[in-house]
């Protein structure tokens, strides 16, 4: 099946609504109001962006056992050539705070180059310490090929792997889901191409939803992320992401179990046009 097309129907999504605390919310300013349990989903369909929002930054909170455990900051910079295409140059940068510092110290730097028109990845850099190990990476894909060049600078070490099509890289996927027409109920499906595998995934919407910000409703949607490889399907991880139903489609919130952190909130903290 060809990326961002409908998949499997889900009969009847039963999401539980989340239930953050003060400290794992928004400027801890968010409570949940119940969202319609009507066994009839709402079938409008909800606009994705037509484009991209240059010199947006958004800023995330990730918080575990109640504590904040890092920041993570994602910028759309600009818009480069790649490939003799126009692409928007998106930078991440992941840090864990002090206290984590003493037990793991993380400093992470991800640059992905996204297509203007079909929002698909040319590139993808890596730049990282974690630990005690550190990373200098960069996949550039060719779509005449079909192949994905990475070089480790680290290693002086190249691999050359084939691509099922035009590919995400774990920045750009979410953005390509900012930019879907979505419909309660249904799966969309991209390609994943991470650590040098291709990874199919797809992204369901399971419900609508509501928060509450400053007395003011935001309305949601919760979607469900699910990723295969192959005939295997991970099961292991476990993430619910609550984005906003409405022009910008943005990552509100997300609750994450996995298996040596056990339960991760992710929270947006700030939006700035730089």
């Known amino acids: ?3 961002g097309v409908y998949t499997e ?3 009847s999504p039963s999401a539980p609504a ?3 605390s003060a400290a794992d919310t928004p400027a801890g300013r968010v409570s949940v109001i119940a969202p319609d349990t009507s066994d009839k989903p709402a079938k409008e369909i909800s606009p994705g962006l037509k484009k991209l929002p240059v010199g947006e930054r958004l ?5 575990w056992l109640g504590l904040e455990a890092g920041r993570t900051e994602v910028t759309i910079k600009d818009i480069v050539k790649i490939n003799g295409r126009d692409c928007y140059h998106i930078e991440a940068f992941s840090h864990t705070t002090y206290l984590l510092d003493l037990l793991f110290r993380i400093r992470d730097y991800h640059d992905s180059f996204m297509d203007v028109e079909e929002f698909y990845s040319h590139r993808f850099l890596k730049k990282a310490s974690e630990g005690a190990h550190t990373y200098d990476e960069t996949n550039d894909f ?5 192949k994905a060049f990475y070089v480790n600078r680290k290693k002086n070490h190249t691999k050359v792997t084939e691509l099922p099509g035009k590919v995400q890289d774990i920045v750009s996927v979410s953005y390509w889901f900012r930019t879907q027409d979505v419909e ?4 969309y499906k991209t390609f994943l191409h991470s650590d040098e595998k291709n990874y199919e995934v797809t992204i369901h919407v399971l419900k609508k939803d509501h928060f509450n910000i400053d007395g003011k409703t935001i309305p949601m949607m919760v979607i469900e992320p699910k990723a295969r490889r192959g005939t295997k399907v991970f099961t292991r991880g476990h993430a619910k992401i609550w984005v906003t139903d409405d022009g910008e489609r943005l990552p509100l919130f997300a609750e994450l179990r996995v298996i040596i952190a056990g339960r991760l909130n992710i929270v947006l903290v700030s939006k700035e046009n730089i």
Do not use: H
Not at 142 to 146: E, M, P, R, V
């Open 184 to 187: 309660v109920g249904k799966g």
């Open 59 to 63: 800023t995330f909170s990730i918080r």
């Open 142 to 146: 060719d779509y005449a090929q079909n």
């Open 1 to 3: 099946m060809k990326p």
């Open 18 to 20: 989340p239930s953050p």
């Open 9 to 11: 129907s889900l009969s």
